[in-house]
């Protein structure tokens, strides 16, 4: 199953989507494993034509390549593995789109792109050295996307133990807190990451996530910033949505990644 629209071959590619179903450190709700094959079935209803931009998603050559599967749990091996054809993507001048499985996944990307900044919408600071003995859970996501970006931006923060709090107020972390998102002006400058908890939205709206928060942001907030942010990217991710709802969850994260490939396209115009 491809996304919809998603249709372009490799070689004609402006735009590659790999699918990262790599589940091993969620810590609340399993199923992340699940979350490409989730984006993809339910973004099969979707209009083609994006009215904003005048352009149809099929005509923007996306190229879907598939699932890279991990061997094993071992994270390590995955982000190399699943780094590799990233960098031969962005070695050929594509735009790396990522869609998870778990928050970790887009370290592979991260570091293939070696970008100035990462840009996250996320309810977590995932800032902590380690979570139940493990340097590599999701919740040190962050923390490892400092060890290649000069500052990380993370709209939406809600959660995190006090440590957390404690390193966000460093000088290479920007926090912007739920209730100040719809107001907030990015100042990006450099190459920019651009990543999609989709926990960031309120749970009302994502029951299909390992680790929902109440308090969150509203759909609308959540466009508001992909197309504030898109025309700065050199990649995207949309991570942590499983299979544990009736598809609203998968259809919000797939609206969002169709929107990402629409602004960004359009910035390029």
């Known amino acids: 199953m491809l996304f919809s629209g998603a249709n372009a071959s490799r070689n004609e590619a402006s735009y590659i989507l790999f699918g990262a179903p790599f ?17 993809r079935k339910f973004s099969a209803h979707f209009e083609d034509y994006d009215p904003r ?8 050559l996306v190229h879907d390549f598939g699932d890279v599967i991990p061997e094993s749990s071992h994270l390590p091996t995955y982000l190399d593995y699943l780094g590799g054809f990233i960098t031969e993507a962005v070695n050929d001048n594509l735009t790396p789109l990522l869609i998870g499985g778990e928050h970790t996944v887009n370290l592979a990307a991260i570091r293939a792109l070696q970008p100035d900044t990462y840009v996250c919408l996320d309810a977590h600071l995932d800032l902590r050295d380690s979570y139940q003995d493990n340097s590599w859970s999701h919740a040190t996501s962050t923390l490892n996307a400092l060890e290649v970006v000069d500052h990380a931006i993370i709209l939406g923060a809600r959660s995190g133990c006090e440590e957390e709090w404690d390193r966000a107020i460093e000088s290479d972390v920007t926090i912007i807190p739920p209730e100040e998102v719809s107001s907030w002006e990015p100042n990006l400058t450099g190459s920019v990451y651009f990543s999609i908890d989709i926990d960031a939205a309120d749970s009302s ?12 942001l509203t759909t609308q907030e959540m466009l508001h910033v992909v197309r504030l942010v898109s025309p700065h990217a050199s990649g995207f991710d949309i991570v942590e949505v499983n299979d544990r709802d009736s598809g609203q969850t998968a259809i919000l994260g797939a609206k969002l990644l169709r929107e990402f490939v629409h602004s960004h396209q359009h910035s390029l115009l």
């Not at 005048?54 to 005509?59: D, G, P, R, V």
């Not at 709206?205 to 969150?216: A, D, H, L």
């Open 53 to 60: 931009t005048k352009t149809h998603f099929s005509e923007l």
């Open 205 to 216: 709206f994502v029951p299909g996530t390992g680790t929902p928060e109440p308090f969150g």
């Open 23 to 39: 589940d091993f450190s969620t810590t609340f709700i399993p199923g992340t494993r699940f979350g490409p094959n989730q984006l």
